[in-house]
């Protein structure tokens, strides 16, 4: 569904993903785990477009989107909830979907959206800003999927987030994973949520995958030395 192919990525002279391979396949839930600053966020924007590859490829669905700009990524089927969420915090929980309406063509909220995250339809009419932070990752997800991807992107979703709405946003996942039939790609440091939520697990160290294990065989002590500081 998504391959990464040899993606180099720089911030000017710095290069910080050296020559990433990686698949993602269809309905798989995959788990990118790396300790601060080893260069997850980075591979996301390199990913959605933002920030700048040297090197490498990109396909969705056998496309190659290599050359294309971010909004035209988000029409061939990728989709990016970002670190800290990024909600319009000045615009109602409606006006936030709608925002990822615009490669759809649709120009209200569908009800599937509003059937997955009821809270939303309650809160439809309030300003963004006002919602919890559990809430707002919701928003970011519901505003996500408005665009029908193919791949959703997440970068460190459970970042500020309680702990029991940590296990619930595992569960959200997975049925939104079953019931759309979507790919997803998690950047985590949350062993616990990891394990929980994904079909296999990538550990990302300087820029480089050092460890790659399906769910059933993984063994926990050896990610979370990983990501033992
Ligand atoms: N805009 C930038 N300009 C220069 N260097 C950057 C920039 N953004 C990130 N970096 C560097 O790139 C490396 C990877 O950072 P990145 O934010 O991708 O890591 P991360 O694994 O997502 O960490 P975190 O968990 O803290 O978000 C770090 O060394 C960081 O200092």
Redesign the pocket.
Known sequence: MLAIEGLRVA??E?E??HGLEAEVAPNEIVAIM????????????ALMGI?LTTAGALRISDRDITALKSHQRVAAGLAYVP?GRMIFPAMTVEENIETGLTVTGEREVPKDIYELFPVLLDMRRRKAGNLSGGQQQQLAIARALASRPKVLLL??PTEGIQPSIIREMARMLKTIRDTRGLSIVV?E?VLSFALDIADRVLV?EN?EIVHSESRATIDEAKVANFLSV
């Not at 790396?34 to 924007?45: D, I, S, W």
């Open positions: 911030y000017g710095s910080v993903i790396g300790r601060n600053g080893m260069g997850k966020t980075t591979l996301m924007k920030a670190q970068d460190e950047s440091q990302l820029g």
